[in-house]
């Protein structure tokens, strides 16, 4: 059971923005930095957000990410198809000797 | 830039220990953090451990009694070891590099190990 809970789906069509949240507690996104990595049917994850907010070099500007207190979310402008996928938050939590973690993940469909 | 290679038994039986290796080229395994995640389609993605440029490993608390980690610096790769792996770890393991700061931003192919 992940400790960073996040949306379970977001749809919309082609040319739309979609936004998905991500809630944690102040042992994780409330003391360090939030990303986000996208994972595609059948390839491996992608880094698209970093430090909160910031994009690796080849990640559209399309995407972007902002954390408020305990919580973090990502959106999605211009969805495209390619976008289809299932998208996590993920984090380091400061409990039990430290260590990472992911979201329980948000399955983005484009209608 | 930066490539990395999983390899290892596709298939384990209950019980026994899962072994995976990851090769890596482009970079030294000496100068970067490194890192092990699985994905399964009722966990979804799941952090496994990471390996610092000392070798030093942290691993998740619900593995860490079963996991252990490892530096092979004359090959430049890293391994995973899994004891005791039931029908729940069955998964597709990926290797990846972990900058810290700057999030995991190279991963493998990944390779889909089933537990029998």
């Known amino acids: 059971q992940s400790v960073l809970t996040q949306s379970p789906s977001a749809s919309g069509t082609p040319g739309q923005m979609v936004t998905m949240s991500c809630s944690g507690s102040n042992s994780n996104i409330g003391s360090n930095y939030v990303y986000w990595y996208q994972l595609l049917p059948g390839t491996a994850p992608k880094l698209l957000i970093y430090k909160n907010n910031q994009r690796p070099s080849g990640v559209p500007d399309r995407f972007s990410g902002s954390k408020s207190g305990t919580s973090a979310s990502l959106a999605i402008s211009g969805l495209r198809s390619e976008d289809e996928g299932d998208y996590y938050c993920a984090g380091w939590d400061n409990s039990q000797n430290g260590h990472y973690v992911f979201g329980t993940g948000t399955r983005v469909t484009v209608l | 830039q930066v490539q990395l290679q999983e390899s290892g038994p596709r298939l384990v039986k209950s019980s026994e220990t899962l072994s995976l290796t990851c090769s890596v080229s482009?970079?030294?395994?000496?100068?970067?953090?490194w890192t092990w995640v699985r994905h399964s389609a009722d966990k979804g993605l799941e952090w496994i451990g990471r390996?610092?440029?000392?070798?030093?490993?942290n691993y998740n608390p619900s593995l860490r009694s079963r996991v252990f980690m490892s530096l092979d610096l004359s090959d430049n790769k890293f391994s995973l070891k899994l004891r005791s792996v039931t029908a729940a770890d069955t998964a597709v393991y990926y290797c990846?590099?972990?900058?810290?700061?700057?999030?995991?931003?190279?991963w493998g192919h990944g390779i889909l190990v089933t537990v029998s």
């Open positions: 990846a590099r972990d900058r810290t700061v700057e999030g995991t931003d190279s």
């Open positions: 482009g970079a030294s395994i000496r100068t970067f953090s």
């Open positions: 390996l610092d440029d000392s070798g030093r490993g």
